[in-house]
């Protein structure tokens, strides 16, 4: 399988994508897409609806899939986790601690904008009643709701002015550290890799998570994402050097203004990613 194309990195409503999972596997499988993951933050339980909707589209491939935040040194590491096993124990109860987390941080942020005269309920910040325990709340819910309200223009405004680390109503989750996210993923038999590393503050740091006593232990590198351009050439070498697999994927979220906006404007080719498709423990 080496023609065609990948999407390895969206979300869905699951967490704060916009579109459910199976209308995501919908317009990968009618794209002719080849393979896909959908890698909701701290939620896997979107994944038996997109199983069941890949069903249709024998041809194309679909990757269990999820993203962690984790924190080192202060800083968010983002890690996608691929092949896991959705009904490990263990990464669901680890899962269901951090979107708890999710819950409380939200109630921080409201009462911080509260503060700033910006009053609005968690209710408000739900995209409907539907969004159970499962489903992992986020800032663009929030910035979403602020947009709603009228209290900003558009999602962007809303990181700008407010949500976005050092900002007057950012909140932190309590996270994991790196080596346990990785370590998380590992035990429910994925392969971890590196998310967008291109968002790190200095190329250091990443090379800090990949080797040496600090390193986390990642089985690949996510070189292909469009917060990497312009550095997706470094990132490749990295990933040669360190021996590590590549992944790529458009990080798609449904959210107007941010790139990118539709699925299928950020594809790469499936040859690049084979490895990983490839890969099992
Ligand atoms: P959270 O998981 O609640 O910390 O929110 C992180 C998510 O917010 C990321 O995965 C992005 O989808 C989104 N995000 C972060 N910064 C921005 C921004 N400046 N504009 C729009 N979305 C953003
Ligand atoms: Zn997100
Ligand atoms: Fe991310
Ligand atoms: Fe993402």
Not at 66 to 71: A, C, M, N, P, Q
Not at 239 to 262: Q, R, T
Request: overall charge negative; aromatic content about 8%; some cysteine.
């Amino acid at each position: 399988m080496d023609e065609g194309y990948a999407d390895l990195h969206m979300h869905s409503s699951f967490s704060d994508g916009a579109e459910t999972p199976a209308a995501l596997v919908e317009t990968c499988g009618k794209l002719g897409l080849r393979a896909m993951a959908i890698t909701d933050h701290d939620s896997v339980a979107g994944l038996d609806e997109a199983f069941a909707a890949a069903a249709r589209y024998p041809r194309l491939l679909l990757l269990p899939g999820l993203e962690l935040d984790t924190k080192w040194r202060g800083r968010s590491v983002h890690i996608l986790g691929y092949h896991i096993d959705r009904k490990n124990k263990y990464l669901l109860e680890v899962l269901a601690e951090q979107r708890r987390g999710r819950e409380k941080r939200l109630g921080l942020m409201l009462a911080k904008l509260a503060d700033l005269g910006l009053p609005l309920t968690a209710r408000e910040c739900y995209p409907s009643a539907a969004f159970g325990e499962h489903k992992a709340v986020g800032r663009p819910h929030l910035a979403r709701a602020m947009v709603t309200k009228g209290y900003v223009s558009s999602v962007e405004e809303a990181f700008d002015r407010y949500l976005a680390a050092g900002k007057p109503a950012y909140a932190e989750i309590e996270k994991l550290t790196p080596k346990e996210g990785v370590a998380l993923v590992h035990a429910a038999g994925g392969a971890a890799v590196l998310a967008h590393p291109g968002e790190l503050p200095t190329p250091q740091l990443a090379e800090e998570l990949l080797k040496g006593e600090t390193a986390a232990g990642f089985d690949g590198i996510e070189v292909y994402h469009p917060n990497n351009a312009g550095c997706m050439a470094k990132w490749l070498r990295t990933a040669k050097n360190f021996h590590l697999l590549v992944s790529g994927g458009s990080d798609y979220h449904g959210i107007k203004g941010k790139i990118p906006e539709h699925l299928g404007e950020w594809l790469v080719p499936v040859s690049f990613v084979r490895e990983l498709l490839e890969w099992h423990k």
